[in-house]
């Protein structure tokens, strides 16, 4: 067993360290592959119907997607600097730090409630193209790991209160591994329904 | 002996230029240098480059060598399948 | 809780383990009998294409009605579950009883719909929009009360993964989750008659369909893994603290 409140930062890290442990890594990869599925149906039906999907995408407030893109990598970096506080002990700056995380998720959802507000009122539904079908699913089923990545933030950053009992940096490198796929699946959805389908 | 290490601040600077420079891509600052489906397939390429970097640097799976290898395989896999069918 | 297990105890939980594949093989030779694999009729299906299925012969409630046989040996998984679960949890079984009850619920969840599409091949002769009505029932019975099987594999998931006495591995923890994943999103069915998102559709039905068979086989051949392990007075999975 690997004592990880003696290691720092990323370094004297053995060649075949796993943080958190195998079966989380896998199961992470797991639901990407449900999200990959769901980017391989979007993109065949957006290859047979391009002209309809580019003017729908058009609709899509952009600049609100930048700015979430930018709020989520913001977050994942501030986990990141948690884990590091949490494995040398300092409960009270990886408080912060996680403290700051969900201010990102906070910011990140009610955007995203914004955005489907301006989708709303402009008459696009889960049901009036191929397009904003596909939007409401992936952006919803993203949301939902975003509440769940939340769930679980919130309870590290309870655990590291004074007087409570912190979990192991393992857990805390599985949350922090749950975040951080939350980020890299929304890097991509950014791309291929913001961006991709926007040019 | 707390001294958090430089990579990741880097590596989250870095992103966040990608970022920038996808959306110039797609949004129309290389309109005319290349067409929608090329533009497209280049800002998701790009996205899957700054998503190896999130696997890399902040799930910290540098030197997790089997780990690391299917989150590889996956991000390849996912990434030509996606291009091939922007592409098509 | 007692270590040890008798010859009849033992035998009657490994018959439970095995529940778990069987009900994969004798619900899929059910659904295959009647017609409903490798093709179910689908949210976009004609009045016409509805009766036509129900109406081409007896093998069709038949097959329905072995495939509900099949799903009624899920009831015997859910009890070998609950009794491995409770070697974990030995004080307050909360969550342990969690799986039981949201587990039994799943188990009627499943078994409605089939009578209910049995039900419809059973009169196929009435006025056609009854059989659609039926079979629509059928269908969304069928793939959207996804809450109480979401439910079981959180409640599963968690006294693994938080849970260090469990005999249950950490893998079967994390597949559970995920397998809880691949069922949230079904609800969306309601929503559509065509395309990935209907209930017939790749990322409803066949996505569910195969998670589903995955936990069957999953759970039952764990659980076969420890009973024996135990059987033999070891630790199902040494190394595990």
């Known amino acids: 067993m690997v004592d990880h409140l003696g290691r720092h930062g990323s370094i004297a890290r053995s060649a075949e360290h796993v943080p958190a442990e195998r079966g989380m890594w896998l199961f992470l990869l797991a639901d990407m592959t449900v999200f990959a599925l769901f980017f391989g149906a979007y993109l065949w039906e957006f290859g047979s119907a391009r002209h309809e999907f580019t003017a729908d995408a058009a609709a899509l407030p952009v600049p609100v997607g930048f700015v979430n893109t930018l709020v989520l990598l913001t977050s994942s970096f501030l986990v990141v600097r948690a884990v590091e506080a949490h494995r040398s002990g300092a409960f009270g700056r990886a408080r912060r730090f996680l403290g700051g995380t969900l201010a990102g998720a906070g910011t990140f959802a009610g955007l995203k409630l914004v955005e489907y507000a301006l989708e709303i009122a402009a008459g696009h539904g889960l049901t009036t193209s191929p397009f904003f079908m596909y939007y409401f699913v992936i952006t919803g089923v993203h949301l939902m790991h975003v509440a769940i990545g939340t769930t679980l933030l919130v309870a590290w950053r309870r655990a590291l209160a004074p007087g409570k009992a912190p979990y192991g940096p393992r857990w805390a490198e599985g949350v922090a591994g749950y975040w951080h796929m939350v980020d890299l699946l929304w890097l991509i959805i950014f791309s291929l329904l913001y961006i991709g389908s926007y040019a | 002996?707390?001294?958090?290490?430089?990579?990741?601040?880097?590596?989250?600077?870095?992103?966040?230029?990608?970022?920038?420079?996808?959306?110039?891509?797609?949004?129309?600052?290389?309109?005319?240098?290349?067409?929608?489906?090329?533009?497209?397939?280049?800002?998701?390429?790009?996205?899957?480059?700054?998503?190896?970097?999130?696997?890399?640097?902040?799930?910290?799976?540098?030197?997790?060598?089997?780990?690391?290898?299917?989150?590889?395989?996956?991000?390849?896999?996912?990434?030509?399948?996606c291009a091939v069918l922007l592409l098509r | 809780m007692t270590r040890e297990l008798t010859g009849t105890s033992r035998r009657a939980l490994l018959a439970c383990a095995?529940?778990?594949?069987?009900?994969?093989?004798?619900?899929?030779?059910?659904?295959?009998?009647?017609?409903?694999?490798?093709?179910?009729?689908?949210?976009?299906?004609?009045?016409?294409?509805?009766?036509?299925?129900?109406?081409?012969?007896?093998?069709?409630?038949?097959?329905?009605?072995?495939?509900?046989?099949?799903?009624?040996?899920?009831?015997?998984?859910?009890?070998?579950?609950?009794?491995?679960?409770?070697?974990?949890?030995?004080?307050?079984?909360?969550?342990?009883?969690?799986?039981?009850?949201?587990?039994?619920?799943?188990?009627?969840?499943?078994?409605?719909?089939?009578?209910?599409?049995?039900?419809?091949?059973?009169?196929?002769?009435?006025?056609?929009?009854?059989?659609?009505?039926?079979?629509?029932?059928?269908?969304?019975?069928?793939?959207?009360?996804?809450?109480?099987?979401?439910?079981?594999?959180?409640?599963?998931?968690?006294?693994?993964?938080?849970?260090?006495?469990?005999?249950?591995?950490?893998?079967?923890?994390?597949?559970?989750?995920?397998?809880?994943?691949?069922?949230?999103?079904?609800?969306?069915?309601?929503?559509?008659?065509?395309?990935?998102?209907?209930?017939?559709?790749?990322?409803?039905?066949w996505l569910a369909l195969t998670s589903y068979a995955i936990w069957l086989v999953a759970m039952g051949m764990t659980i076969r893994h420890v009973i024996v392990a135990r059987a033999a007075g070891r630790d199902p999975i040494p190394g595990v603290a």
């Open chain 2, 1 to 81: 002996m707390t001294k958090p290490s430089s990579r990741p601040r880097n590596v989250y600077i870095g992103l966040v230029v990608v970022t920038v420079i996808s959306l110039a891509v797609a949004g129309g600052a290389a309109h005319g240098l290349l067409t929608a489906r090329v533009a497209a397939t280049t800002a998701t390429v790009l996205a899957f480059a700054k998503a190896r970097f999130v696997v890399l640097d902040f799930m910290e799976l540098r030197h997790a060598a089997r780990v690391r290898s299917y989150f590889d395989a996956w991000l390849a896999v996912v990434c030509l399948g």
């Open chain 3, 18 to 205: 095995w529940c778990g594949p069987l009900t994969v093989v004798v619900a899929f030779t059910g659904w295959l009998i009647a017609g409903v694999l490798p093709v179910p009729l689908g949210a976009s299906s004609t009045t016409g294409e509805v009766v036509d299925f129900y109406s081409s012969g007896t093998h069709v409630p038949m097959g329905i009605a072995l495939a509900s046989i099949g799903i009624s040996l899920v009831i015997p998984v859910i009890a070998a579950i609950t009794y491995v679960m409770r070697l974990g949890e030995p004080g307050a079984p909360v969550l342990t009883s969690i799986q039981a009850v949201s587990g039994t619920v799943t188990t009627v969840l499943l078994l409605v719909p089939m009578l209910l599409m049995a039900s419809a091949g059973f009169r196929p002769e009435r006025p056609a929009e009854l059989t659609v009505l039926l079979n629509d029932t059928a269908w969304l019975l069928f793939i959207t009360p996804v809450g109480p099987f979401v439910i079981q594999n959180v409640a599963i998931a968690t006294a693994i993964l938080s849970n260090s006495t469990t005999p249950l591995p950490r893998w079967l923890g994390f597949l559970n989750l995920w397998v809880g994943f691949t069922f949230t999103f079904d609800v969306i069915a309601y929503a559509f008659h065509d395309g990935p998102f209907a209930w017939h559709g790749l990322l409803i039905f």
